[in-house]
């Protein structure tokens, strides 16, 4: 396609705003083609297929002919304009374009994100610490009872009815949020004393007497990690229905087979000593990483692209999986969801932009043998047939994703490789923190 006109102007070092005119020869040989195919297939009642007069098609499919012919120019020409300037865009462009007229050139903007030019520097003489996180006794045994809870069994309690502090209470109750609807929930169960459930409500559990009505209101700090809670006060109508025991199994060798995956509760301690040692060092991998990123960054210095961050805060958003109500309050939840987000969006963004340049120059290139390599380990982690996840990136878009992300490790470890690690010991939370 020849174009009439291109002009690059320079918003920003990662963004600019191309003016595109395709010319009038070009315009009006799409409509005639256009018009020409519609001509072709449509049946209108008094004219013979294939007959009908270009005023009465232009009469009544005109603007939908129209649409579908800029449509397509735009399409067209915008790819042939970054082309030919040598654009490296990133996201989708912003088009401003009016509607075509016959016989006139087309005009239009688009406003698109770039690819930054990162200069590499200097990526050796990289000094971190990487912590050691000590797998205690005690970590060992708080696994254990995490493990014995799991599996408790509830025994109604029938020599007496108040509540005391590790009892399972069963209770109905009615939730009033300020400014929405009642929302109820029954049988609902909360263990007295325990810290699970909003600290003044199951707190205040402890005494009552089953049969009891309790009214609570109980005020959410504004950094609540709910945000649909955070800062506002929540009202609490509670019907005291059941108190329940709970029991645990015993702590021997048959919970161990039952439960553990091991022959004896020797062997079962053995084991979680063993994953918990395998969680320390992959926190302590994490941080050195995180420690070698950091540096980098702070080495090279450039802008990112708000498209690129705008659709990593939105992924961010969706592996959270949260739900958001429709209506004005939702948009607002989004928003504000958005900009918590989007530090991390715009750090990974960068993080990621950083390792492409380093590979582009230390010579980091990833062959299709290895992706289809790791396509198999994927499967083979993720339990499925070879088949069906190369069928899945078999998308150019998909195994492209997956090419970059190889990349982006190998660079990642080439660095480490480098870099200067010391030993430090750590806090003594693995199984916490785990």
Known sequence: MQLERVVVETLSPVRKRVQVEVPASEVQGELDRAFATVGRDARIRGFRQGRVPRAVLERMFGDQVRREVLARLVEHSFHHAIEAE???????????????????????????????????GDTSGIEVTRPIFEVTDADVEQVLGSMRESVAQLRPIEDRFVVESGDV?????????????????????VEAGSGSFPLALESQLVGQSKGAHVNLEVPYPADYGNTALAGKAVRFDVEVVD??????????????RDHGRAESLADLR????????????????AAVQDAV???????????????????????????????IPEGPDGARLLERLRADVRPRAERDVRVDLLLDAIAAVRGVTIDDTAVDAEIDTLAQRQQQAPERIRAFYERPEARNALRNRIGRERTLSLVLSEAKVTPQVGPKDVARAS
Request: aromatic share 4%; glycine share 6%.
């Open 86 to 120: 040598r654009l490296d865009v990133v996201g989708a462009p912003e088009i401003d374009a009016d509607g075509i007229t016959p016989g006139e050139s087309l005009k239009y903007s688009a406003t698109v994100d770039i690819r930054p030019s990162i200069q590499v």
């Open 169 to 189: 209470v069963a209770i109905n109750v009615a939730t009033l949020l300020e400014g929405n609807q009642s929302q109820r929930r029954e049988g609902a169960l």
């Open 243 to 256: 108190l329940k025991r709970k029991e645990l199994p015993p702590l021997d060798d048959d919970f161990a």
């Open 270 to 285: 053995a084991q979680i000593r063993a994953d918990l040692e395998a969680q320390a060092s992959s926190r302590a991998d």
């Open 293 to 323: 990123l950091e540096q980098l960054i702070a080495r090279h210095g450039f802008d990112v692209p708000p498209s690129l961050v705008d659709r990593r805060s939105d992924a961010l958003l969706s592996a959270y999986d949260v739900r």
